[in-house]
C-alpha cells in the first residue's frame, strides 16, 4: 500500500505562479512513477505531467513550457505551475503507479486561476 498526501494550491492571478508537493509513504519501492493529474468542473481527469523512477518526464501539450515537475526523492514530487491560466483552474490529484498498474490518488487540492 503506498499512502499520497499533496499539499499547495490555492488562488493565483492569470500570469502568476504556484507549486505542488506530493509525498508518498508506505510500499515507496514499489513506485514506478509519480506524477499529477487534475479535474477541472464538467470534465475528465486527465494528466498533466509524470515522471518515472528512471527520471523520464511526461508532460501535456497544455502545459509544455510552462509546468516543470522534479523528483526530489524516490517518494517526492514538486510540480512547478508557471505563467497560469484560468484554464488550469482544476482539482489537481497526485498519483503513484507501481510497475503491476495499481494506482495511487491523494485527496486532491484546489487551483484557481482568477482575477
Known amino acids: 500500500q503506498v499512502q499520497v498526501v499533496e499539499s499547495g494550491g490555492g488562488l493565483v492571478q492569470p500570469g502568476g505562479s504556484l507549486g505542488l508537493s506530493c509525498v508518498a509513504s508506505?510500499?515507496?519501492?514499489?513506485?514506478?512513477?509519480m506524477g499529477w493529474y487534475r479535474q477541472a468542473p464538467g470534465k475528465q481527469r486527465e494528466l498533466v505531467a509524470t515522471?518515472?523512477?528512471?527520471?523520464?518526464t511526461t508532460y501535456a501539450d497544455s502545459v509544455k513550457g510552462r509546468f516543470t515537475l522534479s523528483r526530489d526523492s524516490i517518494d517526492m514530487v514538486y510540480l512547478q505551475m508557471n505563467s497560469l491560466k484560468p484554464e488550469d483552474t482544476a482539482v489537481y490529484y497526485c498519483?503513484?503507479?507501481?510497475?503491476?498498474?495499481?494506482?495511487?490518488w491523494g485527496q486532491g487540492t484546489q487551483v484557481t486561476v482568477s482575477s
Open positions: 498519483n503513484c503507479a507501481t510497475a503491476m498498474g495499481v494506482q495511487y
Open positions: 515522471i518515472t523512477r528512471a527520471g523520464s
Open positions: 508506505g510500499s515507496i519501492f514499489s513506485i514506478a512513477a
